[in-house]
């Protein structure tokens, strides 16, 4: 007899799409958006740390400085941060394109001698 419930096709392992392996071309294209990234983020941690620089604090609560330094720190830091993970980022896809294009010329088969 029949089986009532129709089973279900599970996609095999050829048929999914599988990730491409990284090629020198594109560690070059992510290298060059985290650059873009780095160089943003650069001139927003500058614009961020010179607004807090050109405007003092206008308590005189030791509470209230000490909170306002520490969000002012917390702000600029993750800023930074930012910026340094991106620039560690754009430097590292260089150098992974490097790599790969150096063993991509390693592997080269020899053309044939006659």
Same mark, same amino acid.
């Given at each position: 007899?029949?089986?009532?419930?129709?089973?279900?096709?599970?996609?095999s392992?050829?048929?999914?799409?599988?990730?491409?392996?990284?090629?020198?071309?594109?560690?070059?294209?992510?290298?060059?958006?985290?650059?873009?990234?780095?160089?943003?983020?650069?001139?927003?941690?500058?614009? @961020? /740390?010179?607004?807090?620089? =050109?405007?003092? $604090? +206008?308590?005189?609560?030791?509470? #209230?400085? &000490?909170?306002?330094?520490?969000?002012?720190?917390?702000?600029?830091?993750?800023?930074?941060?930012?910026t340094f993970?991106?620039?560690? @980022? /754009?430097?590292?896809?260089? =150098?992974?394109? $490097? +790599?790969?294009?150096?063993?991509? #010329?390693? &592997?080269?088969?020899?053309?044939?001698?006659?």
């Open positions: 007899m029949n089986n009532p419930t129709p089973t279900q096709n599970t996609p392992a050829s048929d999914l799409a599988s990730p491409s392996s990284p090629s020198p071309l594109r560690c070059l294209i992510g290298s060059l958006i985290a650059t873009g990234m780095t160089i943003g983020l650069y001139f927003l941690t500058s614009s @961020i /740390a010179q607004t807090f620089a =050109a405007k003092p $604090i +206008q308590s005189h609560n030791v509470t #209230v400085i &000490n909170i306002t330094v520490a969000v002012r720190t917390l702000v600029v830091g993750i800023s930074s941060l930012a993970v991106f620039g560690i @980022i /754009a430097i590292g896809l260089i =150098a992974l394109a $490097i +790599q790969i294009s150096i063993q991509q #010329v390693k &592997n080269q088969p020899a053309p044939p001698q006659n």
